[in-house]
């Protein structure tokens, strides 16, 4: 059964600190990894690997794939309170047609 | 503005009753979702479509239904049959190429009394 794995799932940390978000994946047929941000309601795209060893940078935001050991982080340097949100893991399946699994999401909470 | 919407924004039911959340986009885009988010859980799939008169179910699509008459619009009818309907669902879009980027709805919050 294929399954995308985030940890950890909740995080405290102190505005200017430095955070690593983990997410593993067991999928067949893969084709794309995809975070997303969701702060209240709908999630926002973020980045999109598709392959291994190139880092994405947006801002402070950075993530990269390493598709050998099946698994990405995504990075977040000097955060602010506006970081506070549930960041989402996805990895697009090529089932020949289009179908994303979802990880359970890291909620991370940045403190003033 | 091209987006995707949904309503309503939250919908109250009784059990043993059938409910239609809408979701429309106009971003021209071929594939179409609907997600269930529990807390903890995030996002579980209910039913997807590819293309216009086509839809596939998800890993959760027991109790749920969807019709895809029109590219533009992908409602989901939640129904007495679905045990534990109270969450939020959220619809979202894709172009259905090879990259599959979506784009959300601002979800549905559905409580049943």
């Known amino acids: 059964e294929d399954k995308v794995v985030q940890s950890p799932l909740s995080l405290v940390v102190h505005e200017g600190d430095t955070v690593t978000l983990n997410c593993s994946y067991e999928v067949t047929n893969f084709r794309s990894l995809l975070w997303y941000k969701q702060e209240k309601k709908a999630p926002t795209f973020l980045f999109m690997l598709t392959s291994s060893g190139i880092e994405k940078k947006s801002g402070r935001l950075s993530s990269i794939l390493d598709k050998k050991e099946l698994f990405s982080i995504l990075n977040i340097t000097a955060t602010q309170t506006g970081d506070s949100a549930i960041y989402l893991c996805a990895v697009d399946a090529d089932t020949g047609g289009f179908k994303t699994i979802f990880g359970a999401g890291t909620r991370l909470f940045v403190k003033a | 503005d091209g987006g995707i919407t949904q309503s309503p924004k939250y919908l109250f039911r009784k059990e043993g009753q059938n409910v239609t959340l809408s979701c429309e986009q106009n971003?021209?885009?071929?594939?179409m979702y609907w997600y269930r988010q529990d807390p903890g859980q995030g996002l579980r799939l209910i039913y997807y479509?590819?293309?216009?008169?086509?839809?596939q179910k998800g890993d959760i699509a027991e109790g749920y239904s969807v019709s895809r008459e029109k590219k533009e619009s992908f409602p989901l009818t939640v129904t007495s049959a679905q045990k534990n309907p109270t969450a939020f669902y959220l619809c979202?879009?894709?172009?259905?190429?090879?990259?599959?980027?979506?784009?959300f709805g601002p979800g549905t919050r559905l409580t049943v009394l």
């Open positions: 979202a879009s894709s172009s259905g190429r090879l990259y599959n980027e979506q784009f």
């Open positions: 971003l021209n885009h071929d594939a």
């Open positions: 479509s590819q293309i216009v008169n086509d839809f």
